[in-house]
């Protein structure tokens, strides 16, 4: 599929898109976790870049921050010391885990770029004084955002960049409820790829290579015949599709995934007239990330994938130090097991180190579902 | 482990020895309140003590507990537990040792005339991830009633933003609306005698934290652990008053009769991070060298950074919104800099030593941060190691002794030869 192979290069060389950002003259800000509101970034006329990490191994971060915190959050501090992150204009980061919210003070002190902020959410979701206090520092970041910009950003401006990543949003969706079909238009694997690069993708651009996703995965003639156990993988932030295509080449069918990477990034959209009010509720009833609370409500979400897609069998992948999802993940494989869902919980480094020992227990797991 | 490498701390004061008959004494009301059917907390993250004691809610926190077990030795035992329930050896010991005390079938007879099952739990999200995680599970597991308390981070340092005040202040109260529906109404009058309580025993913690500044220090940090006890369980209470205005009055004694921890005090040191619960005694290694860690960074914990003229009595809630999101120990480290820049300009501290817990993921993450920034300003060198204070099973005596002689001999050498 051509459309998918121009994403997955954007995935693989993102410098093409950085040097095109920077021959528009913006300024680029990166970003870290999903509660980061994109749009107030995108209005105020900059790009918001997700920060992934790099198949390197950690070196120069494991004398900043201890080795017992979480490897993904080294690795892209690893990434930021060793300068490859310096096309960034600056960073924002939200309320979320231990090892971001210590980024923020490491990133101050020994990266310096122009920028660095952190919204402080609420971890509270679906309380009206979590709306009330949230939308306050809301406010705050819009006009941060003003200021470093040095553009008005204008409720138009802003409800046109909602109504654009709405866009991006639903498309992804449309793309992903494909896999609800046996076989399946479009592996997980291929899925990742699509949506990691319409995150770092202007959303003009995304939107229209996702529809010719679209288009062309009704014709594809290389599905997947004999597709197996439908599985869903879940946990910490998946940023390279080998775990999935691990899965995948075991015989098993990554039929759904709950990530950052991919279905928590677009499953639902900002809804509501006046471009402020509706970030709010976006952001304050959207728990989609185990640091938020209530638990239930991503319980219930996961259920809610596993009935939909079919799915026989969970893969709950924690990233090493990855607190949040460590305890989680012992919580849900307890309540989906009870009702009939197989459960396996994986460990492993960001870089995937232990991968052979993976694909055994992995192909042990579908050999069980089979 | 080999258990004769353990040593309990030696300590100089005899107000110790009260601060720690109040810990027993408070497990003793607790348990006593169990019996008579009271609804027993369990309470995770730094909810305000004040509110407990204004109630008189019979609690136990995890800050507090897998501490005990520690000193027994039990910690080890307990975290096992919770291994081979599927937590992996990587989250905090507090967390595994409380999670496997409340999850064994076979508790010990020191665990058990201690440890009351819970009727309801609260958790809060202050200072780290983890420590709602745990009461969720275990809320589940016991069908408990729970409640989160969400708490805002304080990236603004010493000038927190009233929005963020308000915003907690306001999940406070509905806490307190949760717990009345166990019987234990709110009750305005003992919040505000609570907080002034509390504010009490912050000035007399500052004026005891003056003396220890005096060189040779007249408390160190072996009696600085035990004496915590009643600042950070026990604010918002007479009896920890009580013990502080004894303790003040020792330690002024002491001061004024130039009474040292050691008889030469030859280099003055701080603990950064946790020191081992199970091995106190290692705060006094170091003497050997006349050497004398004169705090722990521990002992600011709860809040006693704040001045205590910010506790308004009038205002409970806000003044206990306050104390909590400026503590040290919050997310974000403004707060947790300028304690060090203090602690190390006005207490005359010639080295740090800094310890890395295993499974912790807020402390140990800014030592590096700390060891640059007062180094870069007051030229005053840090140790970092791997140490849990928590977790006995991988205790390494003479490793962790090697770093603190090289460390201090060092330090020595610096000011003009070791003692022989």
Sequence with gaps: ?370 | MAEEVTSRAATVLQTTVEASRSVRWYYEKVTAAKKNNKPVVWAFGLVPREIWHALDIPVVTLEHFPLLLAAKQLSGKYSQVAEERGFTRDICAYHSCFLGAALSDQLDAYTEKRFPSPDIIVASNFPCNQEVKTPQYLAEHYKCPFFYLDAPINPWGEEIKKHAVEYYETNLERLLVFLEKFGYRPDWAALQESVRLSQHLLRLWNKIVDYRKKAPTPMGAADGYICLYPLFQLPGTGIAVEIYERLLNEVRQRAESGLGVVDEERVRLIWAGLPPAYNLGLLNYPERYGAVVVQSELEWIGGAILDPEALNAKKPLESLARKTLLDFVNPTYSNRINLWKRLTREFKIDGIIAVNKRGCRNLPAGNRLIKDTVYQESRVPMIIFDLDGVDNREYDDAQVKANIDTFVESLLSKKGGRKQ
């Design chain 1, 1 to 370: 599929m051509k459309s998918l192979e121009t994403m997955r290069r954007y995935v693989r060389e993102p410098q093409l898109l950085i040097n095109g950002y920077r021959a528009l003259g913006k300024k680029i800000i990166g970003y870290r976790c999903l509660y980061v509101p994109e749009e107030i970034i995108h209005a105020a006329g900059m790009v918001p870049y997700p920060l992934f990490g790099g198949p390197e191994p950690i070196s120069l971060a494991d004398s900043y921050l201890q080795p017992y915190i979480c490897e993904f959050i080294r690795n892209v501090f690893d990434r930021a010391l060793e300068g490859k992150l310096k096309f960034l204009d600056g960073l924002v980061l939200c309320n979320t885990c231990d090892a971001v919210r210590k980024m923020y003070d490491h990133w101050r002190t020994y990266i310096k770029t122009h920028l660095c902020y952190i919204i402080n959410n609420p971890q509270e979701t679906y309380s009206n004084h979590a709306y009330s206090y949230y939308y306050i520092e809301l406010q705050n970041f819009r006009l941060e955002m003003e200021n470093f910009s040095g553009q008005k950003i204008t409720d138009e401006n802003l409800a046109r960049s909602i109504s654009l990543y709405n866009e991006t949003r639903s498309l992804l969706k449309k793309a992903y409820l494909l896999r609800k079909q046996d076989p399946a238009a479009l592996s997980g694997a291929e899925t990742l790829d699509m949506v990691m690069a319409a995150m770092i993708m202007p959303k003009e651009e995304a939107n229209t290579l996702i529809r010719d996703v679209l288009k062309e995965a009704g014709n594809r003639v290389d599905r997947r015949q004999n597709s197996g156990p439908r599985i869903l993988i879940t946990g910490s932030i998946i940023d390279q599709p080998a775990l999935i295509r691990l899965v995948e080449e075991m015989g098993g069918m990554v039929a759904a995934d709950d990530l950052c990477t991919t279905s928590r990034y677009f499953w639902q959209e900002v809804k509501g007239d006046n471009p402020m009010d509706a970030l709010c509720l976006y952001a304050t009833q959207r728990c989609l990330c185990p640091c938020m609370h209530p638990a239930e409500k991503r319980l219930a979400h996961l259920q809610e994938l596993i009935r939909e897609f079919a799915v026989e069998g969970v893969i709950y992948f924690n990233i090493k130090y990855c607190d949040p999802f460590i305890f989680e993940g012992v919580m849900f494989k307890e309540v989906l097991e009870k009702t009939g869902i197989p459960v396996m919980v994986l460990e492993a480094g960001h870089d995937l180190s232990g991968i052979g020992q993976l694909k055994t227990r992995v192909q042990a797991f579908i050999e069980m579902l089979w």
